[in-house]
């Protein structure tokens, strides 16, 4: 997928799905030439969890709740428990950096085209907080969460080996 926010037409669904697709894409890129002993290792003290591959196995999982979960009110089948809520982002570690970045891939693409099939007017299944927000709001929502973790994974993949840009 070539990594671009321009969007190649100028209507609402078109320009919130290239923004998800470049927030997903600029992940995957900051990822590229890591290291496996890099992507597990987490150079905050104070937040042992951000670990470059636990960061993309979060962003990961976060979609699939708000997708499946929230959006079609499935069951949740995700790695957290009520005693490890972030296991999504310990189990990381023990996991080959290429089977992170693949499974996230791949369900970036199955959610691209559930996207594509719904309306973002359409409301989620499962209420939240007293709502059920729709489509476009979970658009939103995972937009500014892959973008915010980005500027995680910017510093720690600078203090981990000094790579910079993209």
């Known amino acids: 997928m070539t990594r671009t926010d321009l969007p190649p037409a100028r209507d609402e669904r078109t320009q919130l799905a290239t923004f998800l697709d470049y927030t997903r894409a600029t992940a995957l890129a900051k990822c590229e030439g890591l290291s496996q002993e890099n992507a597990v290792r987490s150079p905050l003290p104070g937040s042992p969890l951000m670990t470059l591959a636990g960061i993309v196995n979060h962003l990961r999982w976060v979609e699939y709740y708000w997708f499946e979960v929230v959006f079609l009110g ?3 089948e995700g790695p957290w428990t009520d005693e490890d809520p972030d296991r999504e982002m310990r189990i990381a570690v023990d996991m080959p950096l290429a089977e992170v970045l693949r499974a996230y891939e791949e369900q970036s693409a199955r959610y691209r085209e559930l996207v594509a ?3 973002l007017d359409a409301l989620a299944a499962t209420e939240r ?5 729709d489509l476009r709001w979970i658009v939103l929502h995972l937009i500014e969460e892959t973008a915010r973790h980005n500027g995680h994974i910017d510093i720690i993949r600078e203090t981990l080996d000094g790579t910079t840009g993209y």
């Open 117 to 119: 099939s719904h309306e």
């Open 74 to 76: 499935g069951e949740d």
């Open 129 to 133: 907080h007293g709502r059920h927000p």
